[in-house]
Nanobody, 123 residues
């Protein structure tokens, strides 16, 4: 399984961005997926997760109500719609996948990672 994240950029506070994660290889609906982010000088943190079928989602409290995670399994794509962005959302965002059901919050449980995409929110 290979993952490729894209869609990052520079946006003003209050703006929106949509990140995409393209999967290839053996990726199917049997894989849970998630987004993580890491800001300079900080540890990687959980952002959002989605179950294999896309029905169940989970969000960090810091993004709940502003971000929406979704996936399109036939196209092997996962998205993170980010609205009402804040300067504290600035980070490198990475997507991840692991075979299994439900949603997964902890980074060490994921087996596959894509390279990150930079999101910068100016005040």
């Amino acid at each position: 399984v290979q993952l490729q994240a894209s869609g990052g950029g520079l946006v003003q506070a209050g703006g929106s961005l949509r990140l995409s994660c393209a999967a290839s290889g053996g990726m199917t609906s049997r894989y849970a997926m998630g987004w993580f982010r890491q800001a300079p000088g900080k540890e990687r943190e959980f952002v959002a997760a989605v179950s294999g079928g896309g029905v169940t989602t989970d969000y960090a409290d810091s993004v709940k109500g502003r971000f929406i995670i979704s996936r399109d399994n036939p196209k092997k794509l996962m998205y993170l719609q980010m609205n009402s962005l804040k300067p504290e959302d600035t980070a490198v965002y990475s997507c991840a996948a692991v075979r299994g059901s439900g949603t997964v919050r902890t980074a060490y449980e994921y087996d596959y990672w894509g390279q990150g995409t930079q999101v910068t929110v100016s005040s």
